[in-house]
């Protein structure tokens, strides 16, 4: 009873998983603590959407591919794992936007190809008039402010200040949803807090002054990827944590004990007794595998909509104007 009240589960093998497990691993280690801990992945494979494949001599990431500085700010973690040769910073600034017809561009002060001024809406050429309108009077009339409640998504939150189709057609398509997470389940302040910081007054106290949106900016330099792709980040952690990582190991079933234990069933026919869970999967998983008792606590929150597909478009490298370094076309 005392061994499995002292064992940590991790479920799921992707980055955050992975990191989860190294660093309890790492205190466990520094701090001498009585815990163990495992981690499950239902795939016969590490790494979740991680994923580099060699072409011509390079690596290239068709899956999670590069980090944000204006997030979140990792390098230290990646020094700490030695791979700091591997960090190669982005050569170009802003991204094109394909809307089905054209790549788009704007020229004017963009983050994460949404414009920092509303004026900027003004000069988008996937919008219509209706939509610049509606982006111009959202941001100037709604005084509410929405991002203090966890209640509201990002989506929710980008259509009450700027507009549907502006959420829709300009931010959605430089938040990919296999490395961002979800705008229609996650609140603003969760998915990413520089949305606030931009977008939360009707009057734009921050944009009007020229130096406090220049962090902000899409500019060379903002975002780094690594040397020879993903997998070196996932082959680093999987080295510190590998004695304690089982693949094939679904989660199908979490169920609260008492005593303060919690149940695994993983499998179907295997059952694994816990102390602790740290859940790396998307919430729609986790709360598929909770007993009715953890559901009506609501502890966590019933997942109303989620939604992630791949499409893949065919056309000619030079209608691109800029693209990554390391990106091979």
Known sequence: MERAKNRIAVIGGGISGLTAAYEINKAIQKEKLPFNFILLERRNKIGGMVKTIEMEGHSIDVGAASF????????????????????????????????GHDFIYNEKPTYHGVPIRR???LHDRGLTLHDKLKVIINGSFHKQKKSETYSISTSQFLEYRLCKEAATFIAYPHYPENIYGSMELCPPNFFDPNLIDLFEYSDEPLNNIKEKIEPYKDKPGNEFNLLNGMRVFVDRLKQ???????TGKQVTGMEMLDQGLVLLKVNETEEIRVGSVISSIPLTES???????????????KPIVSSMCTILFQFKKERLLNFQRGMVL
Do not use: M, V
């Open 119 to 121: 004026t900027g809406f």
């Open 287 to 301: 709360h598929q595998i909770l007993d009715k008792r953890w559901k009506e606590s609501e502890l966590i929150p």
């Open 68 to 99: 944000d500085i204006r997030r979140e700010d990792i390098r230290p973690f990646l020094e700490e794992l030695g791979l700091s040769a591997e960090i190669q910073y982005s050569i170009s600034g802003k991204s094109d936007r394909y809307n």
């Open 240 to 246: 510190q944590t590998e004695a304690y990582i089982e």
